[in-house]
């Protein structure tokens, strides 16, 4: 059982356009962590959240954090070719003081 | 320098081969770790090492052995591995203590292929 589910798995927009990426699961977290990794490279950190109905921005990208703490949103904003990479959250697990990964999701922004 | 690097960038191997993966972490953090990513799976924690004691070992298979000579050196020790341990094996440091908690710095990975 995947306790970190992304959606969608892939995203294939043009320049200009506006997505939401979704991270969901039945558990919860005490922080979630989302990360880009573009193709040939390792996963880079974009930002942490902790408390519940957080917000955070950054530049185009805004995160969200559930209001329950059981998922999280990124919305990108005017998507960029160089937006283009494999977006990943990970959570800390309450119940199990562990970091998990959820599933991906794979971001195409064509110019 | 970059954060964390991994050498060799590709492997490719043949099963009854033993080949070492190599990671340095030039940022002063307490914690490495080695992560598998495959295709279609969420990433894999493998090993946590915490001031060069492994703290963690999550089921992984014997012909994986890691070493921890240093807080900044990491090696992944391959032997007779099997055409499913193809993967992409990433690096990562932390500064905490290892808890696999906090926000993790990754090397650029090392895509093994087995034949």
């Known amino acids: 059982t995947q306790l970190l589910e992304q959606s969608p798995q892939f995203l294939s927009i043009q320049e200009g356009e506006n997505l939401t990426v979704y991270c969901n699961s039945s558990s919860v977290f005490s922080s979630l962590q989302w990360y880009r990794q573009e193709p040939g490279e390792g996963p880079v950190l974009l930002v942490t959240?902790?408390?519940?109905?957080e917000v955070k921005k950054l530049k185009r990208l805004t995160f969200q954090f559930g209001d329950a703490r059981k998922d999280s949103s990124l919305h990108i904003t005017a998507a960029q070719p160089g937006d283009t990479g494999l977006y990943l959250c990970?959570?800390?697990?309450?119940?199990?003081?562990?970091?998990?990964f959820g599933t991906g999701t794979r971001l195409q922004v064509f110019p | 320098e970059t954060g964390v690097t991994q050498t060799p960038r590709h492997l490719v191997m043949g099963m009854t081969n033993k080949k070492s993966l190599k990671c340095e972490q030039h940022?002063?953090?307490?914690?490495m770790y080695w992560y598998k990513q495959s295709a279609k799976k969420p990433l894999e924690l493998m090993f946590v090492y915490s001031l060069e004691e492994r703290v963690e070992n999550n089921s992984v298979p014997s012909r994986f052995s890691p070493e921890c000579p240093n807080s900044s050196h990491l090696f992944l020790h391959l032997h007779t591995l099997q055409p499913e341990d193809s993967a992409l094996y990433l690096c990562?440091?932390?500064?905490?203590?290892?808890?696999?908690?906090?926000?993790?710095?990754f090397g650029e990975g090392s895509r093994l292929t087995v034949l």
């Open positions: 990970a959570g800390v697990l309450v119940f199990a003081d562990k970091l998990i």
């Open positions: 940022l002063g953090h307490n914690a």
């Open positions: 990562a440091s932390s500064q905490d203590s290892g808890s696999n908690t906090g926000e993790l710095f």
């Open positions: 959240v902790v408390t519940g109905g």
